[in-house]
């Protein structure tokens, strides 16, 4: 497992929120953002992503609801509340601190 998998594994909720924070979206769509983002480097895996938006769901972040596909499909669409966007945020916040850290503590004294 690559150093980026590794880093990202402890993102995946707060890598889904950010993508849903502007626009609801469907869970092929939000794994296709997430790819393209990475510069096609990181790509969730389908059972990691749908145990995701359970948890996000059990935890009150995200709510579901059905749309129409550009085919007439039906496809689960994934809509932020507003708990999920202050979890995104601490999210963010924690991942922020978590970098200084670690760049504090690779930090050379060249």
């Known amino acids: 497992m690559s150093m ?21 979206s469907y869970g092929y ?5 997430i790819f393209h983002k990475s510069g096609c480097r990181y790509e969730l895996n389908e059972a ?3 145990t995701a938006f359970k948890r996000l769901i059990d935890l009150g972040y995200i709510v579901t609801y059905w749309g129409e ?3 007439g499909a039906r496809r ?3 809509r932020i509340t507003p708990d999920g966007k202050k979890a ?7 991942w922020e601190d978590a970098k200084k850290l670690v760049d504090a503590i690779l930090e ?3």
Do not use: H, P, W
């Not at 980026?4 to 609801?24: C, F, P, Q, T, W």
């Open 88 to 94: 995104y945020y601490r999210m963010v916040s924690e």
């Open 4 to 24: 980026a998998s590794e880093l990202m594994r402890g993102r995946v909720d707060a890598a889904i929120l950010a993508n849903i924070i502007n626009k609801d």
């Open 48 to 50: 990691t992503l749908y």
């Open 69 to 71: 596909g550009e085919v």
């Open 76 to 78: 689960k669409y994934y």
């Open 29 to 33: 769509e939000i794994n296709k953002m």
């Open 108 to 110: 050379t004294e060249e």
